[in-house]
């Protein structure tokens, strides 16, 4: 792709939207959820595919205006590269990576958030320290779902404690934007860490919606390969003839930098606990 070209050389154009089945089938949603939330929830629902991929799939036929913008904000069917005078003006501008004003190495001091999180504890304890601070209000991230702990769920935080517990990784599918619309209207600073995808859907609706750069203050983002597939998962269950239901806890990364996949069963059954790699995993029945 041509990194010098504009947000409007790549926009679809407004006479022609595609469905969101034609997006899906396209393979160009990734599952942020941010249709859903432009469209309502009543008229838009993610489901979990047979391949393990949370995609939208709507109600009843959406409205021509409304498919014009999730046009607009599809990370899928809008994506641009950064503005010329950008890439004039940056220190640094990579072919791949685009302007760079500075490149840092660093992690969280404190050292339970260091090992607790998967990668230094960076994003964690930025989080934190946007909070603490009263620089932003509560931050926008993903977490283990505390009912079924393989899958995960958008949070919202308050506070550090619960910044923590959505530190370390999750390989799966995760809607953070589904009620985007929702966390616009409270009106209130907030910071949002998600993939690169779902912050690539936030710009694209700050062109449209004042109310992005307006109470989002802080948007970070981590090093993606691509969303994996919970069915991945479910082969790491299948290795110890395990069943979804039965787990108390599911830690992709984490406890150490990467740290190991933790699987723990729930007490109410002969508890079992699997720990290490995920090519190699150790039990303990």
């Keep these: 792709m041509d990194l010098t070209q504009t947000s409007q050389d790549t926009a679809p154009r407004a006479t022609d939207p595609l469905s969101l089945s034609e997006i899906v089938v396209n393979g160009l949603c990734i599952g ?3 249709c859903r939330s432009t469209a309502g929830a009543g008229e838009v629902e993610m489901v979990m595919t047979p391949v393990g991929r949370e995609r939208p799939v709507a109600k009843k036929p959406l409205d021509r205006s409304t498919l014009i913008r999730i ?3 599809c990370p899928g069917t809008r994506i641009a590269g950064p503005p010329p005078a950008q890439l004039r003006e940056a220190r640094l501008a ?6 760079v004003e500075r490149l840092v190495l660093g992690r969280a001091t404190d050292p339970t958030v260091r090992f607790v999180g998967s990668g230094g504890g960076t994003l964690t304890a930025l989080g934190q320290f946007l909070l603490n601070s009263g620089r932003a209000k509560f931050v926008l991230h993903v977490a283990a779902s505390r009912a079924e702990p393989m899958r995960t ?8 404690a619960s910044v923590l517990e959505g530190a370390g990784s999750r390989y799966g599918p995760a809607a953070t934007l589904v009620d985007f619309n929702d966390i616009l209207d409270r009106g209130e600073p907030f910071a949002l860490i998600a993939k690169p995808c779902d912050i690539t859907a936030v710009r694209n609706l700050a062109r449209i919606d004042p109310r992005v750069d307006r109470h989002m203050r802080y948007a970070l ?3 993606c390969g691509g969303a994996s597939d919970l069915t991945k998962s479910e082969q790491v269950l299948q290795r110890f003839g395990l ?3 039965e ?9 150490g930098n990467p740290g190991p996949n933790r699987i723990e069963t729930r007490t109410a059954a002969p508890s079992r606990s699997a720990t290490g ?3 190699r995993t150790r039990t303990n029945g």
Excluded: Q, T
């Design 71 to 73: 046009n607009a904000v």
């Design 94 to 99: 990579d072919p791949v990576w685009g302007p």
């Design 153 to 160: 769920e958008r949070r919202l935080s308050f506070d550090a």
């Design 243 to 245: 069943r979804e239901d």
């Design 221 to 223: 983002a981590f090093v």
């Design 277 to 279: 790699s995920y090519g």
């Design 32 to 34: 942020c959820g941010l």
């Design 247 to 255: 787990l108390s806890l599911f830690r992709y990364r984490g406890h």
